[in-house]
């Protein structure tokens, strides 16, 4: 079985553009969830989708923002971006079965430089 | 404010050793908790702990959870070389999938 896939690995913008990462999650899971890697955060919690809602969102501006396909792949795009957006952005995969808790697989993640 | 706090920050020890890593942490609506291993990329699924008490066992690995004190250990017994990695402690609140706190992770070196 194929793990998750995130497109592309890398990335490289300016202060001021926008860009879109897309994320395939495994087979058969209908949650995926966006994190945000850096240095001196670590990882931290951008948004969650599952059949193509957001479920819960985590603490960033309203520049992050993302959606999720009926295929499950989702996408996540950040606008008028900032220095501080350079990051490792990753995203997870659930199978979220109805009543249980499942673990998440993460992808290989897209490394965004923002010069 | 909901936090997970992992210690020691690093670890450097040799081939052989056994360590033992902590995992605090101080959230709303508890789920479970989770670790996870990253080396130069993704970060990789290794223990999901719900119930206190209960050993979660993997090879060399080990992981407990103590829902009354608010701790996990993950515990790498006879360490290798390819053990050398930061270990991610994670725990998931509320009633959602996907909403994961981090902790700042343990960056492990196992020296030959």
């Known amino acids: 079985k194929a793990g998750v896939t995130q497109t592309p690995r890398y990335l490289i913008k300016t202060r001021g553009q926008q860009v879109t990462l897309s994320c395939s999650p495994i087979?058969?899971?209908?949650?995926v969830s966006w994190y945000q890697q850096t240095p001196g955060q670590g990882l931290q919690f951008l948004f969650e989708?599952?059949?193509?809602?957001?479920?819960n969102k985590g603490n960033f501006p309203g520049r992050f923002s993302g959606r999720q396909f009926s295929n499950s792949r989702s996408e996540m795009n950040v606008s008028t971006l900032e220095l501080g957006d350079s990051a490792l952005y990753l995203c997870?995969?659930?199978?979220?079965?109805?009543?249980?808790?499942?673990?998440?697989?993460f992808g290989p993640g897209t490394r965004l430089t923002v010069l | 404010e909901d936090k997970v706090v992992q210690s020691p920050l690093s670890l450097v020890v040799h081939e052989g050793d056994t360590v033992t890593l902590n995992c605090s942490y101080e959230?709303?609506?508890?789920?479970?908790l989770l670790w996870y291993k990253q080396e130069k990329k993704a970060p990789t699924f290794l223990f999901m702990l719900?119930?206190?008490?209960i050993e979660k066992k993997s090879g060399r690995l080990s992981s407990i959870l103590d829902k009354k004190e608010l701790f996990s250990i993950l515990n790498i017994t006879a360490t290798q070389t390819g053990d050398s990695a930061v270990y991610l402690c994670?725990?998931?609140?509320?009633?959602?999938?996907?909403?994961?706190?981090f902790g700042k992770g343990t960056k492990l070196s196992v020296k030959p």
């Open positions: 989708y599952f059949s193509e809602t957001q479920r």
């Open positions: 994670a725990v998931r609140h509320g009633g959602s999938q996907g909403n994961l706190i």
């Open positions: 959230v709303t609506n508890f789920r479970s």
């Open positions: 087979s058969g899971h209908r949650s």
């Open positions: 997870a995969s659930s199978l979220a079965s109805p009543g249980s808790y499942n673990e998440q697989f």
């Open positions: 719900t119930s206190s008490g």
